[in-house]
């Protein structure tokens, strides 16, 4: 087992985390311990990784900015190491308990597939969909025509003369809408 002393997070025997603030990462760069401890993560682990917490890198932290890129291009290209950047400590914890999870499951046949259930859209939210791929519709004409008519249907069944009224809908595309939905 490897001790604890070489990396903030030890998740298996092959994987190994060091986890710094943007501050904490600013601070080892200036008095140059980060170079000894990504040294050690990369040797001791074979699937090491570097966690970067927060935001606002570049800002004002004493340090000229092309040195904190040199650091960082010189962990992920020479080191090899995967850089994960993470707003918070909460973005963490979710990123640290997903890499355990997926690690648990690395010797098994099984695969982490994420599964998002597609929400079905309204009724209206279809009409204004199918308005909107006609030609010259576009999300903000298509509103229009719904709360004016209601429906498709309406819409086709309207006069040339007041769906005229309407901006932005003009004696051409009045006619391409009837064609389009006269059997």
């Known amino acids: 087992m490897i001790s604890n002393q070489l990396t903030d997070y030890v998740i298996d025997s092959d994987c190994g985390i060091e986890r710094k603030t943007i501050n904490d990462f ?6 140059k311990r980060v170079f000894n401890q990504i040294n050690n993560l990369v040797v001791n682990f074979k699937h090491p990784l570097i966690i970067l917490e927060g935001g606002g890198i570049y800002l004002n ?6 040195m904190i890129r040199g650091v960082i291009l010189w962990m992920s290209i020479n080191k090899r190491l995967p850089i994960i950047r993470t707003r918070n400590k909460k973005d ?6 997903l890499l355990a999870k997926q690690r648990q499951t690395k010797g098994s046949k099984k695969f982490i597939t994420l599964k998002f259930k597609k929400q079905r859209p309204s009724l209206y939210q279809e ?4 308005l909107e791929t006609i030609s010259g519709i576009g999300p903000k004409l298509a509103i229009e025509l719904m ?3 209601g429906n498709l249907a309406n819409i086709v069944k309207a006069t040339d003369e007041d769906l005229n009224k309407l901006q932005n809908l003009g004696k051409s595309k009045i006619s391409h809408i009837k064609k389009l939905f006269t059997i």
């Open 127 to 130: 009409q204004v969909q199918i």
């Open 92 to 97: 963490t914890v979710s990123m640290l308990y």
């Open 26 to 31: 600013i601070i080892s760069i200036k008095n």
């Open 147 to 149: 709360a004016k008519y």
């Open 61 to 66: 932290r004493g340090l000229n900015p092309n």
